[in-house]
């Protein structure tokens, strides 16, 4: 097993790739323009990346013989607990979930579509993660964790593989990031190919951004339309040794990109992400202005690939994006 005290190594991601694949879907990728292209990971058993790191989080645990007769447990906005709730059925394992009270509908809906016993726990995340700590304590179910563990790291890393053999020559990768775990992956697995990772967050759910600057994880307040999946309060170390080993850029969007970006999505392709799933893109169409302060620009031939990592949305509030 690896563990969180030191940075996630691309042989983990290796690892993760031999456990889980043939068992997820692999990862389709779109043109959008001229060297930009979208990968369609919202289209992954469970509706984001997540299930990638939860399948290989409980395999591992299965082949070391550590995963209790309690079965898991796991604190989320909802995407993780989704794929949790989603990797415990496919190995005929207890799931116990603990969301925050605000959580959307639709993610409680199936939460308990796959059998998961879902506990409605406070306002914020952090509320949802102490009663889930206490559960893990007091049951002695393994505990999961949303982004701050190595097998789900590792697992969300396999994506960028994916997505390297598909286009061997790319240059950047554009990836949103709450608390880092996708980051953290698929920047390991990038530095390994020589890809850059830019790091997107929205302007008032910074963690990750903070972090950097700060030079350790820090708190930060959480005010987005994203902030039921990007709703992180701390980065992670794993994110931050990511950051500190490999070429990274992180960059910040304001929620007006991100909603233009998620409204451009269905509007001009017919795709239905969560405003999480458009952070990444929102970087790309804010880079774009003559003075832009936020985003990212690739430069002239750059090829790039924007991760959109999850769809567990509303459909009914799609139908606002055409008013």
């Known amino acids: 097993m690896i563990d969180n005290a030191h940075p996630l190594a691309y042989e983990d ?15 389709t990728l779109a043109p959008m323009e001229r060297d930009v292209w979208l990968a369609l990971e919202f ?7 997540k299930a990638r ?8 645990h299965l082949d070391a013989g550590t995963l209790p007769d309690a079965g898991v ?12 709730a989603w990797a415990a059925r496919r190995h005929g394992v207890r799931a116990t979930v603990f969301l925050p009270a605000t959580a959307p509908a639709v993610k409680v809906a199936r939460l308990r579509g796959y059998g998961a016993d879902v506990r409605l726990v406070g306002d914020e995340y952090a509320e949802a993660a102490a009663a889930c700590e206490e559960f893990a304590t007091v049951t002695g179910a393994l505990a999961s964790h949303a982004y701050d ?12 593989e994916e997505i390297h053999r598909q286009i061997p020559d790319l240059d950047t990768v554009v990836v949103a990031v709450g608390g880092g775990g996708l980051f953290a992956g698929v920047a390991t697995a990038a530095r390994r190919h020589g890809i850059r990772t830019v790091a997107v967050e929205p302007e008032h759910s910074r963690a990750f951004n903070a972090a950097l600057t700060a030079g350790h994880p820090v708190d930060v307040p959480v005010d987005s339309i994203a902030a039921d999946a990007l709703g992180a309060r701390r980065a992670t170390m794993l994110a931050l040794h990511a950051a500190r080993q490999g070429d990274v850029h992180s960059t910040l969007v304001p929620d007006t990109e991100i909603i233009r970006a998620w409204r451009k999505l269905w509007d001009d392709h017919r795709l239905a992400v969560e405003h999480a799933g458009a952070t990444a893109l929102a970087a790309l169409l804010a880079g774009k202005a003559d003075s832009a302060a936020y985003g990212y620009r690739p430069g002239e031939g750059e090829k790039v690939c924007v991760v959109l990592c999850g769809a567990n949305t509303d459909p009914a509030t799609l139908g606002a994006s055409a008013n």
């Open 13 to 27: 991601i290796k690892a993760a790739g031999d456990r889980i694949t043939g068992h997820v879907r692999p990862v």
């Open 73 to 84: 447990t796991i604190a989320s906005g909802g995407n993780a607990g989704l794929a949790c």
């Open 149 to 160: 563990d190595p097998l789900i790291t590792a697992g969300a890393g396999t994506l960028l």
């Open 53 to 60: 790191g939860a399948l290989n989080f409980i395999q591992a």
């Open 43 to 49: 289209l992954q058993h469970t509706g984001s990346f």
